[in-house]
């Protein structure tokens, strides 16, 4: 029986990922000029019917991304060539409020992506972005009545939260964090606004969609959700996009403000087309006994920059990032997570498991700060990579840096490949080498899925499945 | 000599506002050689020659911890580097002792290169002192070259006084089957950079690391350890142990990197740091850079305080707080110690500790 | 004998080019049971990777014939789907995987069709509780934290739940004690008696044989069989130990 591992020679098909590769023609589109100006910013803003002072914001923001450079770290960005992205595709539709009144090959899109059967079971509302504006909206009654706010930002600006929005808008995620932060400052669009009153406890997630379509159109919706003192909430992101040829940017911004003894889960499964610039920022504020648990699975993009941040700032605060990553050819994925310990008795937990296979590149990158301040804190961080083949790579780099001693970090990390006498095992029960090598995966991934709700764990499972394929 | 450069880089990039990226160094003030001789008598067994001269070019290639922006140093000083040798088949059984006895106010760089032929084995003892408060500074590089088989076991051990600069530079290669291992007492000076880069080419090379420290009041310690992997089944096991206390300020970067074509490779990293102050500054980033699927790593860090239950423990025998501290932070310096064939050095060890310790 | 399950024809085996069997032959026909041992270091557990198809053994000469078929090329997996079952030594876990979800997907494989779940969870917690095994480590990870009993029974619960034709159990009963050699012991004679199976038991020692009936006894010696006889060379070996075997490795087997 001749040994599969034997790296130079294995065989890797182009991911049969075509399931997810499906688009429609584009109508009647209106489009901005490729390129960024303050011309084109203002008339973005003016077209959105702005307050004035976000459409000074988005200029303060163009400023800074001009003067900012990219960063010296990280995947090489250079093929990103922002002049030729058109930053704002609107399709020719307005806000809905109920799923039969979508046009129907917008309606296609997301019934192929199962968002009507998602509607069905137990979602409180969904919010879908179709190329950079929200098309359709739906908050059920009883998240309604509990006061739960949950609706587009466009219109959230002019509401009766506007004020709360203004305090908060980029406030924790500035235009100053990195150039691409400044560039979602200058051109965001859509995204989501969630409020959770005092003590509201939601007992489903809600969730949220995105949409690429458009040849060449770059997505920097941003998500703003503020919960309110003991308020709790799991929020699900759930994003896909079809294949082009063209560069595709990703710039989104997601801000996340956890009150005194609230309590937020954010998950994420990720599945951009294999040709898009995944730089998204994700920043989460945790207050006094407050906790923040991120669940992450990142599967697409052509290159990926994202290591979301949680910054413990009251006592008590924990934060706990659960992550898979998956590199496949042609991927450059760089994730991780940072957790900034700034107050006493805080805790925080890393959990992450990387793949790489077919020449794909994943990049474990972390940083654990504990400022002079936050005595009696506790980090712990944990990371497993998977290299499948010899063309691939697998980089862990985890930063800790401590200014005080009574804490307690403990860090560890593991590489290596699937074992062959797992394989073994698992083939001397009748399962295929192929299946065995997929299950031994999904596996590793195990710690992640099942903190995903059942229909993304099952999306995570098939994206591994499908990634598995070819292997041999 | 003019000097303005970074040190100890990280073999990939990360965030610079963690500023761990590298360390800036700068220095501006004459520099002269210092020979590195032997002391005592040289074992049989071995050659030394004061100068290698142009016998240093075989040894050009071979990649150091702290790095290159640190050349001139050693050839605007024109350092006459030392060669020794350990003859072909032969196991050197006494250690080869190089001792630097720095005086106050002296600014030197020194330079050596151990050669262990095909078959075997030397053990070469560098140690560093100076008066108590000494100030001064000091820039060393070791190249140490394993032969087919051969062992190479390099000891430093830093004593310098509490107001010492020094660069500790280390670079090793192995060839076939042979082995490197360092052992580092790092407990003196005021700032310390050492850099240790071990390159594994060859089948069955191997790089062991062990590395003890005590920083204490003000003093700093910046450290670059880097592993290379590119041989088939070759193997590293890195361990750096320390303390911190006072206003302390250390930084410890250990790259494991599997290059393509290392299969069978395995690569351990371990770091403990006992920290026994609010003021502490303690930077750790243990990396592993991979490129090849057969291969098995893993690196582990622990930073604390001494844990409740070993406190209790010991004040139940008696033992104050603070004592137990300093035991603790013995502890760490004496395991490593252990390792070291040469009781008069661990004398010195245990001496400068109490030493360190009477002053708390 | 006529047409065995398992014929193994003079067979050669190294690892890492270490050569481990040498000249050794073997056959078992349809329902018997076979036991082999041999002092440690023999090779009994290289026979067992050696028939699954491990990778890492190589078959350097000889030949092995299941149901007729040459098996040499073939891989673990359609030796597993043919009928063969290896109870692991050494029993891995396999994190993410739960033991339940395990036992499914191999019955799928072996045969092609989709498990009823509800029979399947029947026979499932039927077959646990024979072995006396508690019905939360259906849901564990694949004996993840098991410990060693526990792993052996996960072979042995295996074994009955996937009903092979042929099963060599490596070393089953070392490691247990006293209660568990029995409870396993009861497992293997359900599976005796339930499927009329083949069984090559390999052990050094014989505790768990004493409920068990044995056709064939073989004893190996540095890598090829120097003795067979019927199952009283149990007892014979039980009270006089290997060493009348020790010089025979050169000699021929008796039949």
């Known amino acids: ?472 | 000599m003019n000097i303005d450069t970074t040190i100890n880089n990280l073999p990939i990039l990360t965030w610079n506002w963690l500023k761990i990226n590298n360390v800036p160094f700068s220095y501006s003030a004459a520099v002269n050689a210092a020979d590195s001789t032997v002391a005592g008598t040289l074992p049989e067994g071995v050659s030394y020659k004061a100068d290698a001269g142009s016998d240093t070019g075989a040894y050009a290639g071979i990649a150091t911890g702290v790095g290159k922006n640190t050349d001139s140093v050693f050839t605007e000083a024109k350092v006459r580097t030392a060669l020794i040798t350990a003859k072909k088949n032969v196991h050197v059984s006494a250690p080869v002792l190089i001792s630097f006895d720095q005086a106050d106010r002296s600014s030197t760089a020194s330079a050596q290169i151990i050669r262990a032929e095909e078959g075997s084995s030397v053990t070469v003892i560098i140690s560093y002192t100076s008066p108590e408060s000494a100030s001064g500074f000091q820039a060393v590089r070791t190249l140490c070259s394993a032969g087919k088989n051969a062992y190479i076991h390099l000891v430093k051990v830093q004593l310098l006084g509490s107001s010492f600069t020094q660069i500790d530079d280390t670079g090793t290669f192995c060839e076939e089957g042979g082995r490197v291992e360092v052992t580092q007492i790092i407990l003196g000076g005021k700032e310390t950079y050492a850099g240790v880069a071990a390159a594994l080419p060859s089948y069955q090379s191997s790089f062991k690391s062990d590395t003890a420290y005590l920083c204490m009041g003000e003093q700093k310690l910046d450290m670059n350890y880097i592993v290379r992997h590119t041989g088939r089944k070759t193997d590293c096991k890195m361990s750096v142990k320390g303390t911190l206390s006072g206003n302390a300020v250390k930084t410890y970067r250990g790259s494991i990197d599997f290059k393509s074509g290392c299969a069978g490779a395995t690569g351990n990293e371990q770091e403990e740091t006992l920290l026994l102050s609010p003021t502490v500054v303690n930077k750790s980033i243990p990396l592993i850079l991979c490129d090849e699927e057969d291969v098995a790593g893993e690196h582990g860090a622990t930073i604390g305080r001494l844990g409740e239950d070993t406190l209790f423990y010991m004040q139940s025998r008696g033992i104050s707080k603070q004592s137990a501290e300093q035991i603790m932070a013995r502890a760490k310096v004496a395991g490593t110690a252990a390792l070291i064939p040469d009781e008069t050095v661990v004398t010195k060890i245990n001496n400068y500790l109490d030493k360190a310790f009477a002053h708390e | 004998m006529g047409n065995p399950l398992l014929d193994v024809q003079h067979i050669s085996v190294s690892i890492d080019e270490k050569k481990v069997l040498h000249d050794l032959s073997l056959q078992i026909g349809k329902g018997e049971t076979h036991v082999l041992m041999g002092p440690n270091g023999a090779g009994k557990s290289t026979l067992g990777y050696t028939l699954m198809g491990n990778p890492v053994y190589h078959l350097d000469g000889g030949k092995i014939l299941f149901n007729g078929k040459n098996i040499d090329e073939e891989k673990t997996d359609r030796r597993a789907k043919d009928g063969m079952f290896l109870s692991f030594q050494n029993p891995l876990e396999v994190p993410g995987i739960s033991l339940e979800t395990f036992i499914r997907s191999s019955l799928q494989q072996r045969t092609g069709e989709h498990v009823k779940l509800f029979q399947f969870q029947k026979d499932l917690k039927a077959a646990m509780q024979l072995l006396n095994m508690d019905p939360s480590y259906a849901s564990r990870d694949l004996n993840v934290g098991f410990s060693g009993g526990e792993r052996k029974k996960s072979e042995i619960l295996q074994l009955l739940m996937l009903n092979p034709s042929f099963a060599i159990l490596d070393e089953t009963d070392s490691g247990l004690d006293v209660d568990a050699v029995r409870t396993v012991s009861k497992g293997i004679e359900e599976y005796q008696k339930k499927r009329d199976g083949a069984l090559l038991i390999i052990t050094h020692s014989t505790k768990i044989l004493e409920s068990l009936h044995v056709d064939f006894t073989h004893v190996l010696v540095k890598g090829t069989i120097v003795k067979t006889g019927g199952g009283g060379l149990v007892q014979e070996i039980n009270e006089h130990g290997f060493e009348q075997f020790a010089g025979a490795e050169d000699g021929e087997a008796n039949e």
């Not at chain 1, 093929?79 to 595709?89: F, G, K, P, R, S």
């Not at chain 1, 040849?215 to 079809?242: N, R, V």
Request: hydrophobic content about 35%.
């Open chain 1, 1 to 472: 029986m001749s040994d599969t591992n034997d790296g130079g020679k294995t065989q890797v098909d182009d991911i049969d990922s075509s399931i997810y590769d499906f688009r429609y023609d584009e109508k009647d589109f209106y489009r901005n000029d490729p390129g960024l100006t303050e011309e084109i910013v203002s008339k973005l803003s003016d077209d959105k019917h702005d307050p004035a002072w976000m459409k000074e914001f988005r200029l303060k923001s163009l400023a800074v991304y001009n003067e900012l450079k990219v960063t010296n770290w990280g995947p090489d960005i250079s093929d990103l060539h922002m002049e030729h992205i058109a930053t704002y595709v609107r399709p020719n539709t307005k806000m809905q409020g109920d799923w039969k009144d979508v046009p129907k090959d917008i309606k296609d899109t997301f019934e192929k992506l199962g968002i009507p059967e998602a509607e069905r079971t137990s979602l409180a509302g969904v919010g879908a972005q179709y190329d950079s504006e929200l098309v359709y909206h739906n908050v059920r009654d009883e998240v309604a009545k509990q006061g739960v706010v949950y609706t587009d930002f466009e219109s959230a600006l002019w509401g009766p939260y506007a004020d709360m929005i203004r305090e908060h808008f980029m406030h924790l995620v500035t235009p100053r964090a990195h150039k691409f932060a400044a560039l979602h400052g200058a051109v965001w669009s859509g995204g989501s606004f969630v409020y959770v009153p005092k003590g509201v406890h939601l007992s489903f997630p809600l969730q949220s969609y995105f949409r690429l379509n458009a040849k060449g159109a770059g997505q920097f919706e941003h998500t703003l959700i503020i919960l309110d003192e003991g308020a709790d909430l799991h929020f699900i992101e759930g994003c896909s996009a079809p294949k082009y040829n063209v560069a595709n940017l990703h710039a989104g911004c997601v801000e996340l403000y956890v009150a005194k003894n609230a309590h937020l889960r954010y998950s994420t499964v990720e599945n951009w087309s294999k040709n898009m610039y995944n730089l998204n920022t994700k920043r989460a504020k945790v207050e006094e006994g407050g906790t923040i648990e991120w669940v992450s699975g990142s599967f697409g993009s052509h290159i990926s920059y994202l290591y979301p941040e949680s910054d413990l700032v009251g006592e008590r605060a924990h934060a706990e990032f659960t992550g898979i990553t998956f590199a496949g050819s042609g991927q450059n994925l760089d994730t991780g997570a940072k957790m900034m310990h700034m107050a006493p008795h805080t805790s925080s937990v890393i959990t992450t498991k990387s793949i790489s296979k077919g020449g794909g590149i994943s990049t474990y990158r972390s940083a654990v700060y504990i400022a002079k301040n936050a005595v009696g804190s506790k980090a712990s961080v944990s990371c497993q990579s998977l290299m499948l083949d010899s063309e691939s790579r697998s980089d862990t780099i985890p930063a800790m840096e401590v200014l005080t001693d009574d804490v307690d970090v403990g860090h560890e990390a593991k590489i290596g490949r699937i074992s062959n006498e797992a394989v073994f095992y698992l083939m001397s029960r009748g399962i295929s080498e192929e299946e065995a090598r997929s299950m031994i995966v999904s596996g590793f991934a195990n710690p992640v899925s099942k903190e995903l709700p059942l229909e993304y764990a099952v999306e995570m499972n098939n994206l591994i499945r499908l990634e598995m394929k070819g292997t041999l």
